[in-house]
């Protein structure tokens, strides 16, 4: 997902962004679970990841480059679409971190596709491999 190109600050925003997007629901499903699980491990579990980013106001400041404001945000589509629901709570975690970073509606149409694409990549990638 290009998360090696953040530095140690964006990760730690990223991971509670993430975080944040799996908890907007009131529900976080399996698919949700792994991959944070996943990004933890990619990350390293000892990341102190702010706990008043995940339940605070949404936290865009790190994210000075555009290439980490589009990882980033393909990062959150991507957990918002790896349950296949896109919920309105998430959607407005969405919006205010659209909002921050400035993008136009044709560059959010294309992250929001690839990272559709990415998560039902890494669904079908785990179910292969729950299958054995």
């Given at each position: ?10 990760k ?7 975080t ?41 400041g790190?994210?000075?480059?555009r290439a ?5 945000l ?24 659209i909002?921050?970073f ?6 959010v149409e294309?992250?929001?596709?690839w ?14 491999i729950?299958?054995?």
């Amino acid at each position: 997902m290009f998360l090696s190109r953040l530095n140690q600050d964006q990760k730690k925003s990223f991971l509670a962004l993430a975080t944040k997007m799996a908890l907007a629901d009131g529900r976080v499903a399996v698919q949700e679970v792994a991959l944070l699980e996943g990004l933890a491990d990619t990350f390293g579990h000892d990341m102190d990841v702010p706990a008043e980013e995940i339940f605070g106001a949404t936290n865009t400041g790190p994210f000075d480059t555009r290439a980490s404001r589009v990882i980033t945000l393909f990062g959150m589509f991507t957990v918002a679409f790896i349950d296949d629901n896109l919920h309105i709570d998430e959607s407005t975690v969405l919006l205010e971190t659209i909002a921050a970073f400035g993008f136009s509606d044709e560059e959010v149409e294309q992250i929001k596709d690839w990272a559709q694409a990415e998560a039902r990549r890494f669904n079908e990638l785990n179910a292969f491999i729950e299958a054995f």
